[in-house]
């Protein structure tokens, strides 16, 4: 697969089979997650893999609710990946004050982006989940109340059939500039 091709198959996967993922397969994504660059290389990140009923079940519960229904499709997934935010390096920190800037976030989109990308390569369907209940993943999961959850991924094979969409994103045109705003 070329970096093009394995991009255009990454898609939010949101109806999963019951197959289980490969432990070799996981790891392979966990792997990738961890090479991911990070300002000051902090690695601002945990990862929490959730795969054991019936905390799995509860941690994909607490991203949806009665009115949120978007996510109930979690329920589904063998897998849940809780990233807990870390704390950045000092150095890192007081560059941010500085700067206004609040990088562990933008490094945890980019750890979470690798292991996307390795398990689309590795035949596997993933979704990244911004709204979840935080303090019920927290008090789930035991993370401490001074830690803050950055994104959870939902991983698992989509079911048999389940459509390559066609990518909606802005043009080109919309998204440069080139030299000036
Ligand atoms: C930070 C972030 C939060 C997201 N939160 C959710 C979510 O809570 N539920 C969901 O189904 N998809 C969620 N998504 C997936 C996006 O909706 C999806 O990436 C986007 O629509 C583009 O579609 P694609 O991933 O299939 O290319 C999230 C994606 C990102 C990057």
Request: aromatic share 8%; with cysteine.
């Amino acid at each position: 697969m070329t970096f093009n091709e394995l991009i255009l198959s990454r898609q939010s996967v949101r109806r999963y089979a019951g197959t289980a993922v490969e432990p070799e397969k996981l790891n392979q994504c966990l792997e990738a997650a961890r090479l991911a660059p990070s300002a000051s290389n902090s690695q601002p990140w945990k990862y929490i893999v959730v795969d054991q009923e019936p905390l799995r079940t509860e941690v994909a519960k607490a991203t949806f609710s009665d009115i949120q229904l978007i996510n109930k499709y979690t329920l589904q997934a063998p897998v849940m990946i809780v990233i807990v935010m870390e704390k950045a390096k000092l150095i890192t920190r007081l560059a941010m004050l500085v700067k206004k800037k609040e990088w562990p976030l933008i490094d945890i989109g980019i750890t979470a982006e690798h292991f996307c990308l390795q398990a689309a390569e590795l035949g596997l369907g993933t979704c990244m989940i911004g709204w979840f209940d935080e303090d019920k993943i927290k008090k789930l999961l035991q993370i401490p109340s001074d830690k803050s959850i950055g994104l959870v991924i939902s991983l698992g094979y989509a079911v048999e059939g389940y459509p390559q969409r066609t990518k909606i994103r802005k043009t080109v045109d919309e998204m440069v500039r080139y030299n000036q705003y």
